[in-house]
């Protein structure tokens, strides 16, 4: 019997272990996760299997994704639109078209639709899938639900061929470090199916004569490094 209290230390310690571990994991860690595709792009994500998808609420809203706190309300959404002007240009311009197309105007652009819009922060050179993408932060009032709830957005856009993509997420804005792991990691799934050639001249079926644009900049193929 003296041995007893040796045997019940060791399982205390680990007990206690393993439940210190368990309340240091961030809400991004799921045991499971889900699969979402396209049929039409072939584009898709993979989402914590604590979310849901819901209703679309735009005619160019691929998926909308719900997050597990009524209160909070997380919300994601991949938006795809046509954007055919780029499909004749080698791949190694894709950067300096995202910087030209889809930076800071479009950001002023694309909150348009929200009320209340402060722009917080637009970073280039981040990616969506396979694009080169720029990133905004930005804060706004909530009209969608009518509770004028102040809501935090995070939201990535850059072009693929000729599709731009849109990952936008928001939340109350007091709990956006909370759920901003869960914004990013669902962004960090996103592919789409290869059309353009990872080739310094690439290949593209509608390759036509064109003139570079004084907008975008020459830049060293070489030096390129296209998103994963």
């Not at 045997?7 to 439940?19: G, K, Y």
């Not at 604590?50 to 005619?59: A, G, H, M, V």
């Not at 004028?148 to 995070?154: A, D, E, P």
């Not at 960090?188 to 290869?194: E, L, T």
């Amino acid at each position: 019997m003296r041995t007893l209290p040796f045997l019940i230390l060791p399982l205390l310690l680990f007990a206690s272990i393993i439940m210190g571990g368990a309340a240091l994991l961030p809400r991004a860690a799921h045991a499971d996760y889900f699969v979402w595709q396209d049929p039409k792009t072939g584009t898709r994500l993979t989402y914590p299997d604590t979310w849901r998808t819901i209703n679309n609420q735009k005619r160019d809203d691929l998926v909308t994704l719900l997050g597990p706190d009524a209160a909070e309300r997380p919300i994601c959404r991949l938006r795809a639109r046509d954007d055919k002007r780029f499909t004749g240009y080698p791949s190694y311009f894709s950067s300096d078209i995202q910087h030209a197309e889809y930076s800071t105007e479009f950001w002023n652009d694309y909150t348009g639709e929200y009320n209340d819009v402060t722009i917080h922060s637009v970073m280039d050179d981040a990616a969506v899938g396979k694009a080169f993408a720029s990133l905004a932060v930005f804060g706004f009032t909530d009209a969608v639900a009518k509770t004028g709830q102040l809501r935090t957005g995070q939201a990535f856009a850059g072009i693929y061929f000729d599709k731009a993509y849109i990952f936008d997420c928001s939340v109350a804005a007091y709990a956006y470090p909370t759920w901003q792991p869960d914004f990013v990691s669902i962004a960090k799934s996103i592919n789409m199916r290869p059309i353009t050639s990872a080739t310094p001249n690439g290949y593209y079926p509608f390759r036509a004569a064109f003139k570079m644009p004084k907008s975008l900049r020459a830049v060293n193929a070489a030096d390129m490094a296209a998103p994963n």
